[in-house]
């Protein structure tokens, strides 16, 4: 298992990644995305080979291990397998942000700017929290 309790995550919000400092050897990986290129792509791929846009929170989902992160340029959720590597988006229409879709399927909603996500200890839901961005012309 490449996650020890020790190490620390960043998600670079103007650097477009998603990186890890090992707790242990203090080495700087990049796990989803190349810094400095952003995009919304890459669903299905190692997280090298995936796109992102600006990322806020990471948290460890308390079952399985796997990294969930706020892709909140691209208005998604995404998941990091621990075991595999690969990313999915598991929340919004990656690339797609809006306000839509409740009590519908997670990835037929819209999600304006992730910022937050919690997991439930006992029933292992997911809580997001957005920052809607409004905007007027004049």
């Not at 439930?120 to 004049?138: G, K, L, Q």
Request: hydrophobic content about 40%.
């Amino acid at each position: 298992m490449w996650i020890q309790t020790r190490d620390v995550f960043i998600p670079e919000h103007d650097g477009y990644a998603l990186r890890m400092v090992n707790g242990t050897t203090g080495v700087l990986t990049t796990l989803v995305g190349k810094v400095g290129e952003t995009g919304c792509f890459g669903d299905g791929v190692l997280g090298t080979e995936a796109r992102m846009g600006i990322s806020h929170c990471v948290k460890i989902h308390p079952a399985t291990g796997d990294l969930y992160f706020c892709d909140a340029g691209c208005g998604a959720i995404r998941k990091l397998d621990r075991s595999t590597g690969i990313v999915t988006t598991v929340v919004g229409i990656l690339g797609e942000p809006g306000s839509s879709g409740n009590g519908g399927s997670a990835l037929s909603a819209k999600l304006a700017f992730p910022v937050d996500i919690e997991f439930d200890a006992e029933t292992n839901d997911m809580y997001i929290a957005e920052f809607e961005i409004m905007s007027s012309a004049r």
